[in-house]
């Protein structure tokens, strides 16, 4: 994404960035449209839509297809126009999770060749974000902004206020719940 002003902004992916990541992605896998559905555990209609560009996708099944496909999330998501970026707070790329009250926005993905990505996150209290092991030898990177959460993976959660870090692996179910209303957190998630 070049820079652009505020109102250009979109307040969620486009589309057409994750239908062309999905078909170069399944394409380069060699997997059909079936397999694909499949491992990933959803309809292959569900699939055929979001390859047209005209499905809606939730952030959960962004995720299954990452991890089906064997790739970070953000290759699904990214921008096709890697140049100058500028995302103000509030606007950006954002994914809404189908299940809780969370918002992702992917800040940066990593280059090629390096594998991070760094997410802004926004919860509100009154749910739970479980989140389904991600590629093997991930690795989450949390810094919580305003408000209080708990997260980490499962059996191993822990409370954090603003200013507090914790990292864990990423490849394990782990979850993230808001305490405190308006809770925002800075989320670098790595790849081996």
Excluded at 63 to 79: N, Y
Excluded at 90 to 98: L, S
Excluded at 101 to 107: H, N, P, R, V
Excluded at 154 to 165: C, I, K, M
Aim: avoid cysteine; aromatic fraction near 4%; hydrophobic fraction near 40%.
């Amino acid at each position: 994404m070049t820079e652009v002003d505020a109102k250009a902004t979109p307040s969620r992916l486009p589309r057409e960035w994750i239908a062309a990541a999905l078909r170069r992605e399944r394409t380069r896998a060699g997997l059909s449209l079936s397999e694909l559905a499949k491992r990933a555990g959803i309809a292959k209609s569900t699939l055929s839509q979001l390859e047209a560009a005209t499905g809606n996708p939730g952030i959960e099944t962004v995720w299954a297809l990452a991890v089906a496909l064997g790739v970070p999330f953000s290759v699904l998501v990214e921008s096709p126009d890697p140049g100058v970026t500028v995302i103000r707070a509030g606007e950006g790329p954002t994914m809404r999770a189908e299940q809780a009250s969370y918002a992702g926005t992917l800040l940066s993905a990593g280059p090629t060749g390096v594998r991070r990505d760094i997410y802004h996150g926004a919860m509100e209290p009154g749910s739970v974000r479980e989140s389904e092991p991600h590629i093997p030898g991930s690795v989450e990177h949390l810094v919580v902004s305003t408000g209080r959460m708990i997260a980490g993976p499962a059996g191993g959660t822990v409370e954090l206020g603003p200013g507090d870090y914790m990292s864990y692996r990423g490849d394990v179910p782990h979850s993230y719940e808001a305490l405190s209303p308006g809770t925002t957190f800075v989320l670098v998630m790595q790849h081996v």
